[in-house]
C-alpha cells in the first residue's frame, strides 16, 4: 500500500507543470510510465500521473517498489534540494513556498527534516490509509455532521489556523461519540454529551473496554483522557502551534478509526 495520500500525491504532481515536456517524459520514463500516462498539454501529463497513482496505489516497478511511493518520494526529494545550498537546507523558504505540499505531508505523518524527507510517526500506523478508511467508514454509517466537523478541521490545518482546526476536531470527538451512542440505541433520556460516553462506558457489553483501560470512571481512562486532551481550556482551545495540532490530527484519525470498526 502506498504511504502517501491522494492530497499529496496531487500537491507533489503539481510541480511537473513547471518543467519542459521532456523533462516530464525523462521523468516518466525513469519510472517506468512512459506507456501508461499520456495527454498533450504539462498540465494534462501531470493530472494523468496523480490520477494513475491514486487509481493504482499497490503497483510495484521491476524491483518491487512500490511506483506511486517512487514517485512522490523524488518529487518532494527535487523540491528539497531547490532549498538547499551548500549542503545547507533553508527549512523556512522551503515552507512557504510549499504551503500545500508540506501540509500535506505533514498530514500523512512525514516532515521535511534537515533537508530529508522523515516519517513523524511509525508506518505502521498508515496515516494516509486511517484517513481513508475514516471518512469511508463515517460515510457508511451516515456520520454526515460528524465528517463535517472533521473535514473542516483539516481544512483549518490546511490553512495553518491551528486554532480552528483543534477547535473542529474536539468537535468532531465529540460528536463521534454522540454518533456512536445513538448507533448501539442509546436511551433519548441520555440528554448530554457526558452521559452517552457515560452510557458507552456502562452498557452491556461495554463500547469502551475496561479491560483495556479505556474508562475508569475517574477520568484516567485513556478515552477520557484523550478528550479532555483535545480541549484543555474547554470548548475553546485556544491558541496552539503546528506540531500541537498535528498531533491532535493525527491521535484523531487513529482513535477514530480504531472506535468506528469496533461498532
Same mark, same amino acid.
Given at each position: 500500500m502506498a504511504l502517501f @495520500?491522494?492530497?499529496? +500525491?496531487l500537491t507533489a504532481t503539481d510541480a511537473l507543470v513547471n518543467r519542459t515536456h521532456t523533462a516530464i517524459s525523462r521523468f516518466l520514463l525513469e519510472h517506468g510510465l512512459e506507456d501508461k500516462i499520456g495527454g498533450d498539454s504539462k498540465q494534462s501529463r501531470a493530472t494523468g500521473l496523480a490520477r494513475y497513482l491514486i487509481n %493504482? !496505489? #499497490?503497483e510495484t516497478n521491476e524491483y518491487g517498489e512500490n511506483i506511486s511511493d517512487g514517485v512522490i518520494t523524488a518529487l518532494v526529494g *527535487?523540491? +528539497? $534540494?531547490a532549498y538547499s545550498y551548500r549542503e545547507a537546507f533553508n527549512y523556512e523558504q522551503f515552507q512557504r513556498s510549499h504551503p500545500d505540499l508540506y501540509r500535506a505531508l505533514e498530514r500523512d505523518g512525514y516532515t521535511v527534516e534537515s533537508g530529508a524527507l522523515r516519517g513523524m /510517526? !511509525? $508506518?505502521a500506523l498508515g496515516l494516509p490509509q486511517a484517513d481513508d478508511d475514516v471518512h469511508a467508514l463515517l460515510d457508511q454509517y451516515s456520520f454526515t455532521t460528524t465528517r463535517g466537523h472533521l473535514d473542516q478541521g483539516m481544512a483549518a490545518h490546511d490553512r495553518g489556523d491551528w486554532a480552528a482546526a483543534n477547535a473542529q476536531f474536539r468537535a468532531f470527538i465529540e460528536s /463521534?461519540?454522540?454518533e456512536i451512542? $445513538? %448507533?448501539l440505541g442509546c436511551p433519548a433520556a441520555m440528554a448530554t454529551s457526558g452521559q452517552r460516553r457515560t452510557w458507552l462506558a456502562q452498557k452491556s457489553p461495554p463500547f469502551f473496554i475496561p479491560g483495556l483501560n479505556e474508562w475508569d470512571f475517574q477520568g484516567g481512562g485513556f478515552m477520557e483522557a484523550f478528550f479532555r486532551r483535545l480541549h484543555p481550556q474547554g470548548a475553546h482551545p485556544g491558541l @496552539? #502551534? *503546528?506540531d500541537d495540532s498535528t498531533f491532535r490530527l493525527h491521535m484523531v484519525l487513529i482513535v477514530s478509526r480504531q472506535l468506528l470498526r469496533r461498532i
Amino acid at each position: 500500500m502506498a504511504l502517501f @495520500s491522494r492530497r499529496t +500525491i496531487l500537491t507533489a504532481t503539481d510541480a511537473l507543470v513547471n518543467r519542459t515536456h521532456t523533462a516530464i517524459s525523462r521523468f516518466l520514463l525513469e519510472h517506468g510510465l512512459e506507456d501508461k500516462i499520456g495527454g498533450d498539454s504539462k498540465q494534462s501529463r501531470a493530472t494523468g500521473l496523480a490520477r494513475y497513482l491514486i487509481n %493504482n !496505489p #499497490d503497483e510495484t516497478n521491476e524491483y518491487g517498489e512500490n511506483i506511486s511511493d517512487g514517485v512522490i518520494t523524488a518529487l518532494v526529494g *527535487e523540491a +528539497i $534540494r531547490a532549498y538547499s545550498y551548500r549542503e545547507a537546507f533553508n527549512y523556512e523558504q522551503f515552507q512557504r513556498s510549499h504551503p500545500d505540499l508540506y501540509r500535506a505531508l505533514e498530514r500523512d505523518g512525514y516532515t521535511v527534516e534537515s533537508g530529508a524527507l522523515r516519517g513523524m /510517526l !511509525p $508506518r505502521a500506523l498508515g496515516l494516509p490509509q486511517a484517513d481513508d478508511d475514516v471518512h469511508a467508514l463515517l460515510d457508511q454509517y451516515s456520520f454526515t455532521t460528524t465528517r463535517g466537523h472533521l473535514d473542516q478541521g483539516m481544512a483549518a490545518h490546511d490553512r495553518g489556523d491551528w486554532a480552528a482546526a483543534n477547535a473542529q476536531f474536539r468537535a468532531f470527538i465529540e460528536s /463521534l461519540f454522540d454518533e456512536i451512542a $445513538r %448507533n448501539l440505541g442509546c436511551p433519548a433520556a441520555m440528554a448530554t454529551s457526558g452521559q452517552r460516553r457515560t452510557w458507552l462506558a456502562q452498557k452491556s457489553p461495554p463500547f469502551f473496554i475496561p479491560g483495556l483501560n479505556e474508562w475508569d470512571f475517574q477520568g484516567g481512562g485513556f478515552m477520557e483522557a484523550f478528550f479532555r486532551r483535545l480541549h484543555p481550556q474547554g470548548a475553546h482551545p485556544g491558541l @496552539s #502551534d *503546528e506540531d500541537d495540532s498535528t498531533f491532535r490530527l493525527h491521535m484523531v484519525l487513529i482513535v477514530s478509526r480504531q472506535l468506528l470498526r469496533r461498532i
